[in-house]
């Protein structure tokens, strides 16, 4: 989720190497064929995209501020992805390349932006809904806020990091509801925030991070200590008493299930249909169960 800014910056900073420019799309590399299905672009443009650059009081993809960053890198903005913005100076070729492989049109590497196991098809769906006119794209020059990176902010954002390989995926095939639930896991990002630690994630195999579903990474938003929920099975220390019905309202309201509100950064899953909630939920009950008491659950 929002928490994959966070991943990918101090992974940069972390890295061992200094090199910060890599091959960039070349003319041998081809965005998949066939005709975009514009209602599941949509979809998933904001499911996964609308976490950071969805400003929900402006009804637009202009971006907002990402208050769970650490303070020490300043205030920082998401890009604006209306049209005539940051979306508009990618080819599709360039945004496609960009969010599999972390490698932008100028060769830097921005860790944060990466999705290398979104389905190619499903990436191109996104991309065609972002060029559509959909009233959230229509160009919007209203600035959600102006950033200022700190100084270590800069750094850790230069140091530079290693791009992941580029490979082919294809959606999950239809009426296979538990692969359906696993698959958007990955893609929406519900493990980047879900498992022990920021720099242990595993992007092309998500089961292999440190504590995967099982919570307890600490954020500080606003001054306050914010740990994120065990997502596993387990009756007692996660989510195994949760039905339909309230593990919906959980992802689309932001309502656990003894009426607490979610506390942000969590966000409200409005875009998600019932039947994709029931596919998380029918992935997540195929876990092993790990008993972990969250501070603060």
Known sequence: MKKIIVVGLLIAAAAPGCKTHYPVATSSFSMPAGKPDMERGKNLAFNVCGQCHYNHKKNS???????????????????????????DQYTDKELFYLIKTGVGKDGRFIPYMIRPTIADEDLRDIIAYLRS????LQENNAS??????????????????????????????????????????DIVGCYHCHSKSIISLNYNNPEDSKGYMAGGMKFK????????????????TGIGRYGTESFRRALQEGIALDGRELHYPMPRFRHLTDAQCDAILAYIQTLEPKTNHVKGQ
């Open 61 to 87: 993809f202009v971006g907002e501020e990402m208050r769970e960053l650490p303070g020490f890198m300043g205030t920082i903005y998401s890009a604006n992805l209306t049209h005539g913005h940051i979306a």
């Open 133 to 136: 006119n959909d009233e959230p």
């Open 144 to 185: 959600a806020g102006e950033t200022h990176v700190s100084f270590l902010g800069k750094i850790a954002g230069k140091i530079g990091g290693s791009p992941l390989d580029y490979h082919y995926d294809t959606p999950p095939p239809p009426d296979a509801p538990v692969k359906e639930g696993r698959y958007l896991v």
């Open 221 to 236: 938003v606003d001054g306050d200590k914010v740990y994120a929920s065990n997502l596993t099975p387990d009756k007692e």
